[in-house]
């Protein structure tokens, strides 16, 4: 499956269309969803969790007013649908995957909170969340720190050192937020998000951990984080696919998707 066609056919859509666009691709596919309506917005929720434990991948699917929305987060709409595509073939012995379109992100978390607030965390294990992966190679996780520990987070990062990429650990440098801080507020530890980043982009994080260390004003921090490429098309009209790469987007899906295949073999689950 070309997963770049997908990130085409959401590029420029609104977000009600956006919506509609997933909502049709599920129905023609024959999998199961809910769509979990709430004062100001709808989620897609496909929970093939029931009785079991879950474990939950989420990616928001509206966009920043004025950007077609192709990196944030037509990608990750993308890869979800692949994965959801794998899912009616592939069944987890030990716990079931839940899979969150979530609305207003942009607007303050407001699909995911709703979310939490009406079904509560009990039943998962972690969470997931996805956000720009049409670029780079390496995988910024955030927001973790040298002292995060879970099973999800930490066989994340298992699977892709041994598939030969390379991930990093980010607490501070993003100022960003995104769905995680829906479940991780709620008491959920287990959560990160991930993005795909380039070896350029690893540089200005660089530069600005040492900027940072020496007292540099927030003003400096900001151009310094101006500079990396991930940032360059973020929340602009330039969010498009042309700057985004079919590799990307099957390199995340392929580390996301063994992820749960080695979560599925370890008994800590
Ligand atoms: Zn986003």
């Known amino acids: 499956m070309k997963l770049l066609n997908i990130v085409q056919k959401l590029e420029g859509l609104a977000n009600q269309q956006r919506l ?16 979990q309506q709430y004062p100001t917005g709808k989620n897609v929720i496909v ?9 939950g991948i989420s990616s928001h699917f509206d966009v920043v007013h004025g950007s077609p929305g192709a990196n944030d987060n037509g990608t990750a709409v993308a890869v979800f649908l692949h994965m959801l595509h794998l899912l009616k073939t592939h069944q987890f012995k030990n716990f079931g995957v839940a899979v969150f379109f979530f609305d207003e992100e942009e607007y303050g978390l407001k699909g995911s909170q709703a979310y939490v607030e009406q079904y509560g965390i009990e039943q ?27 099973v999800v987070m930490e066989t994340f990062e298992a699977t892709a050192a041994s598939l030969g990429f390379y991930t990093k650990r980010f607490d501070k440098i993003v100022t960003n937020t995104s769905d995680q801080m829906s479940f991780l507020n709620a008491g959920l530890a287990d959560v990160f998000s991930l993005t795909l980043i380039s070896d350029k982009d690893l540089e200005v994080a660089y530069k600005f951990y040492v ?12 151009d310094i984080m ?31 998707w063994e992820t749960l295949v080695r979560l599925d073999g370890n008994c800590a689950i």
């Open 226 to 256: 101006d500079k990396a490429p991930l940032f360059k098309h973020y929340h602009k009209p330039t969010d498009l696919s042309i700057h985004l790469s079919e590799e990307s987007l099957q390199t995340a899906s392929r580390v996301v």
């Open 20 to 35: 509609q666009h997933i909502i049709e691709t599920l129905h023609q596919w024959g999998i199961a969803y809910t769509v």
């Open 211 to 222: 900027a940072q260390a020496a007292g540099a004003s927030i003003q400096t921090l900001a």
């Open 124 to 150: 998962f294990t972690g969470v997931i969340n996805i956000e720009m992966v049409g670029h780079g190679d390496k995988f910024a996780l955030w927001q973790l720190n040298e002292y995060s520990k879970g």
């Open 47 to 55: 929970n093939g969790g029931g009785s079991k434990k879950v474990v």
